[in-house]
C-alpha cells in the first residue's frame, strides 16, 4: 500500500505527515501481550504486504518524561520492514511532548496516543479512556505531542465513555488536534471486551473526519479486514485478540500444527534468551495465548485447550509443544 499524505488540522502549521504503514491491515497494541518477543514473531512472519505495522504496548507517562532508553526497550532490538509505533498514554502535555520527542530519537516513526485503556488505573489518573469525557482535553493532548515531534501523531479511542453518541465529536477533536489517523475500537468504555461489535460507530467517525480512520474491534478472520473497511469506509483495520488466536491472520495463510507449535516453542525461547525468565512465567505467557489459540489445528476442541490450560508443569508443556514444532 502506498504511503499516505496527511495534513495536519488547520489550527496548526500545515505539515505534510507521511503514514508509514506498508499495508492496510494493522497489529493492535495489547498490554502484556504485545511486547518486543511476541510482536517480533508476528512482523516476521508476516510480509510487509500483508502486515502494514504495528505499535508498542502503551507507555505510561506519568510523573516525569519516559527516557529514551526505557522507550527503546518497549521498540526491542529488532527491525523490520514494517514500522512500530510508541503508542503513549497520560495526560500531562509537556511530558507527554517530552516523550514523544524522546520515542523520536529512539526510533519510532510515528507516535499514537491512547484513549481507550479502560483499565481503572488509567481512569483513576484521568488517562486512556478518562478523557473520552472531555474532548477538549482530547484535542489538547493530540495538539501538543503532535506539534513536539514531526512524524505522524495518530489517536486510538474508544467508540465513547458510557455510549457512543458523541463519537463524531471525538474523531473531530482528534482530527483538529492534529491527528494524522484515527483508530476507533467500536465498543464503549463501559462494554469492555464484550462479544457484540457496532461497526456503525466507526463508519459514524470516518464521516466526520477527513483524516485516514482505522477500525478496531470484531475482526476474527482474514475476510473481516475487507469486510470491515468496505462496511465502514474506514482507510485501515485493525485486530487484537484474533491475532492472539491466529498470528498468520492478516495473510490469511493456513499453517500446520507443527507451524503453530513452532510459533509457540519460538516465543518461549525469545522470552528466556531476553528476560531470563523461568519455565514456569514462561509457560504462563503462552497459555495466555493458547486461551485464544485457533492456528494450525493445535488446539482441536475446547476440553482440548482446557487441557493444555490446566497442564501445572510449565517445562512439560513447553516439551509437548517441542514435539510438535518437530514436526514442522
Given amino acids: 500500500m502506498a504511503a499516505i499524505l496527511v495534513m495536519t488540522s488547520a489550527a496548526q502549521a500545515p505539515t505534510a505527515r507521511t503514514l508509514p504503514f506498508t499495508a492496510p491491515w494493522l497489529l493492535a497494541p495489547m498490554e502484556g501481550v504485545t511486547e518486543p518477543c511476541f ?6 512472519r508476516n510480509q510487509p504486504e500483508h502486515l502494514g505495522g504495528t505499535f508498542t504496548e502503551f507507555v505510561r507517562v506519568h510523573a516525569a ?5 526505557i522507550v527503546r526497550r518497549h521498540i526491542g532490538p529488532a527491525r523490520h520492514p514494517q514500522p512500530v ?7 500531562d502535555l509537556e511530558r507527554l511532548a517530552a516523550t514523544a520527542r524522546n520515542a523520536v530519537a529512539a526510533g519510532a516513526p510515528l ?6 485503556c479502560p483499565a481503572k488505573g488509567a481512569i483513576a489518573g484521568c488517562a486512556g479512556s478518562a478523557l473520552l469525557k472531555d474532548p477538549a482535553a482530547l484535542e489538547r493532548v493530540v495538539r501538543a505531542v503532535a506539534s513536539a515531534v514531526s512524524v505522524p501523531v495518530s489517536a486510538k479511542i474508544r467508540a465513547g465513555y458510557d455510549d457512543a453518541s458523541h463519537v463524531e465529536e471525538l474523531a473531530r477533536a482528534a482530527e483538529q488536534g492534529g ?3 484515527l483508530t476507533v475500537h467500536c465498543r464503549t468504555r463501559a462494554e469492555g471486551y464484550c462479544r457484540e ?7 459514524r467517525a470516518a464521516s466526520a473526519v477527513s483524516i485516514p480512520v482505522c477500525g478496531n474491534g470484531g475482526i476474527l478472520t482474514h475476510g473481516d479486514f475487507e469486510r470491515l473497511r468496505r462496511v465502514t469506509g474506514a482507510r485501515f483495520a485493525m485486530v487484537g485478540r484474533g491475532a492472539l488466536a491466529d498470528p498468520w491472520i492478516f495473510s490469511g495463510r493456513s499453517v500446520t500444527r507443527g507451524e503453530a507449535a513452532r510459533f509457540l516453542v519460538d ?12 519455565g514456569g512465567g514462561i509457560a504462563a505467557r503462552v497459555k495466555q495465548l493458547l486461551r485464544y489459540w485457533t492456528a494450525g489445528g ?13 497442564e501445572q508443569d510449565g517445562e512439560a508443556l513447553l516439551g509437548r509443544l517441542r514435539a510438535l514444532a518437530a514436526q514442522a
Fill in 65 to 69: 518524561p519516559v527516557p529514551r532508553a
Fill in 298 to 310: 493445535l488446539v482441536e476442541s475446547e476440553e482440548h485447550r482446557l487441557a493444555w490450560l490446566r
Fill in 267 to 278: 516465543y518461549a525461547h525469545l522470552m528466556r534468551e531476553r528476560k531470563g525468565w523461568p
Fill in 39 to 44: 510482536r517480533d514473531l508476528v512482523l516476521a
Fill in 111 to 116: 507516535v499514537d496516543l491512547n484513549f481507550g
Fill in 179 to 181: 491527528a494524522a489517523m
Fill in 85 to 91: 509505533g510508541v503508542q503513549l498514554m497520560g495526560n
Fill in 197 to 203: 461489535v457496532d461497526w456503525t460507530r466507526i463508519a
